[in-house]
Nanobody, 117 residues
Framework: QIRLVESGGGLVQAGNSLSLSCAAS????????MGWFRQGPGKEREFVAE????????EYTNSVKGRFTISRVNAKNTLYLQMNSLQPADTAVYYC??????????WGPGTQVTVSS
């Protein structure tokens, strides 16, 4: 099984950038489709971005297009989310997720991102 742990969250001012990482343990990281989700205060968890096993295809929710970039380095078993031009609406707990098929059935514990102003 795969285990996921996010890192890189913190407090930033609006307009600044932050980069999140998701470290995966296991032997089959490169087999998984990987994604980022987030859950803001009082909100449901929402999809942010996903990336195919080889990085050739990516998808983003409309609210982050042009600002966030998802990437992965399979040799390092690591998923990344570069977040630029952060807004207060981006404040949320960010979760790393993985799937071998269609259901997101592997999750990290999350990392808090707080954007002030």
């Amino acid at each position: 099984q795969i285990r996921l742990v996010e890192s890189g969250g913190g407090l930033v001012q609006a307009g600044n950038s932050l980069s999140l990482s998701c470290a995966a343990s296991g032997r089959t990281f490169s087999s998984y489709i990987m994604g980022w989700f987030r859950q803001g205060p009082g909100k449901e968890r929402e999809f942010v971005a996903e990336i195919s096993w080889d990085g050739s295809r990516t998808e983003y929710t409309n609210s982050v297009k042009g600002r966030f970039t998802i990437s992965r380095v399979n040799a390092k078993n690591t998923l990344y989310l570069q977040m630029n031009s952060l807004q207060p609406a981006d404040t949320a707990v960010y979760y790393c997720a993985a799937t071998l098929a269609t259901l997101w059935d592997h999750w990290g514990p999350g990392t808090q991102v707080t954007v002030s102003s």
